[in-house]
């Protein structure tokens, strides 16, 4: 951790900035951000684990991943009216491969699975038929659904077909009801933000890590879909930290522990006051 947000935290600890906590309120964000992370996690390894046994590829009509108590499972269905499980990925909280377990038996869809199937397609027929989203040149637009506390979503982010670069925004969220209609869609980042890591620019060079900043509409805090991203990418980045800037809070994500700090705008001013009135007492007393 360095050294200004080492002095941020302890500056925080005054009882004087105690009374509001907002890192507190933005944990249901973090929460469902490890979710859609721990999803994708299981998507990334599981593709490839199917792909290298399954050999019908004209049979494969999709897949999607989802938590299953401590089991991420990444599925993959048939190119059927009617599809069927043709294949099951389940993995441990280590995603190690080796540990991986590999299920070819075909078979119907769970209850859980036939929801989390039924939302994803609707929301892959309206990106297919809505201007509102935008597809650009090297990435995929990659769906999560997700069934949590009652509620039923699909994130859709966009993922990088290149390596050494980080994708954030062009992400959307959509949001159903009991019987799987669709209530709400939105664009969460209103524009798409590549940062580029691993650059020969880099060598030689500590990353402390990276930032962008998020405009009135996407929200003042950091969102699910930032932190999926930037757990995905942060150790291939070898970042620290990555902050998200609005107009009201810094939002502090550290990358080696996964922890969010979320400091007010006017609490940052406080900060930066004091240190001012510090270094002017300090000239003074020479």
């Given at each position: ?156 982010l966009t993922g990088p077909t290149q390596h050494g670069v980080v994708i954030i925004g062009n992400d959307y969220l959509l949001t159903f009801n009991e019987d799987n209609k669709l209530k709400i ?102």
């Amino acid at each position: 951790m360095n050294k200004v947000l080492i002095f941020v935290l302890t500056f925080l600890s005054s009882p004087t900035f105690g009374q509001d906590n907002p890192t507190e309120r933005a944990q249901p964000i973090v929460i469902e951000g490890k979710l859609l992370y721990k999803c994708e996690m299981a998507s990334w390894h599981g593709t490839d684990l199917f792909l290298e046994a399954y050999k019908d590829r004209a049979n494969i009509g999709g897949y999607f991943s989802y938590l299953d108590k401590e089991v991420s499972k990444c599925i993959f269905f048939s190119e059927a009216e009617s599809p069927k499980v043709i294949g099951t990925i389940s993995f441990d909280s280590t995603y190690d491969i080796k540990t991986a377990k590999t299920d070819l038996i075909e078979r119907e869809f769970t209850t859980t699975e036939n929801s989390l199937y039924t939302i994803r397609k609707i929301a892959l027929a309206e990106i297919n038929s809505d201007t509102l989203f935008k597809r650009y040149n090297n990435t995929n637009l990659n769906l999560i659904p997700i069934i949590s506390e009652n509620e039923k979503k699909v994130y859709v982010l966009t993922g990088p077909t290149q390596h050494g670069v980080v994708i954030i925004g062009n992400d959307y969220l959509l949001t159903f009801n009991e019987d799987n209609k669709l209530k709400i869609k939105k664009q969460l980042h209103k524009n798409i933000i590549p940062i580029f890591y691993g650059g020969k620019e880099e060598e030689g060079k500590e990353i402390e890590g990276a930032m962008h900043s998020h405009l009135p509409e996407t929200g003042e805090f950091i969102t699910a879909t930032d932190i999926c991203t930037i757990m995905l990418y942060e150790k291939f980045a070898k970042w620290k930290t990555h902050n998200v800037v609005s107009k009201q809070y810094l939002n502090i994500w550290d990358c080696e522990k996964d922890q969010l700090t979320v400091i007010p705008m006017d609490t940052i001013k406080k900060i930066n006051k004091d240190q001012e009135e510090r270094s002017k007492k300090k000239k003074d007393d020479k």
